[in-house]
């Protein structure tokens, strides 16, 4: 774990230009979140998070009918990692990218201290809005229109 997270690390600093955009996903890949290309849901979650786990299938939902203009991604609360994270994942049903590490410095927004919350980012990396408390597949609708 901790060879991942100099990895990660490494990865950021290595970076060239003002900040890092291109964030590491939990089954391979990254992300660049500066520039998109789409309508980005960053859904931030801890698995103690009651309202976090009736929100879930909302997000699953929503992705399956509009994956080809929104991606969903999930950001653990607790900053839980490798096998434990995937467990995670696996009993709370997402079904979308987990991000293994926080992006909220690119909007250079404090720590989350609320859950759940959720980033609304456009396809140009810009954040649109930021949703504190449980959402619905019709409260997520209503944005995209």
């Known amino acids: 774990m901790i060879k ?6 490494l990865f950021f600093v290595g970076c060239s230009g003002d900040r890092a955009t291109e964030y590491p996903l939990i089954d391979g890949g990254s992300i660049d979140l500066g520039a998109p290309g789409k309508l980005v ?3 931030y979650w801890a698995v103690w998070c009651a309202p976090c786990r009736k929100e879930i ?3 699953n939902e929503l992705l399956e009918e ?3 203009h929104i991606s969903v991604l999930a950001v653990n609360f607790d900053g839980s990692q490798d096998d434990k994270l995937r467990s995670e994942i696996a009993k709370l049903g997402i079904e979308f990218p ?3 590490a926080d992006p909220r410095g690119i909007w250079g927004l404090e ?3 609320v859950l759940p919350e959720t980033l609304v980012i456009n396809a140009e990396g810009k954040l649109l809005h930021r949703l504190i408390g449980p959402q619905t ?3 997520l609708e209503a944005l995209l229109d």
């Open 57 to 59: 299938p909302e997000f």
């Open 41 to 43: 849901l960053i859904n």
């Open 66 to 68: 509009q994956a080809d």
């Open 111 to 113: 720590p989350v201290a």
């Open 98 to 100: 987990s991000l293994l």
């Open 4 to 9: 991942r997270l100099l990895l990660a690390s």
């Open 137 to 139: 597949k019709a409260s």
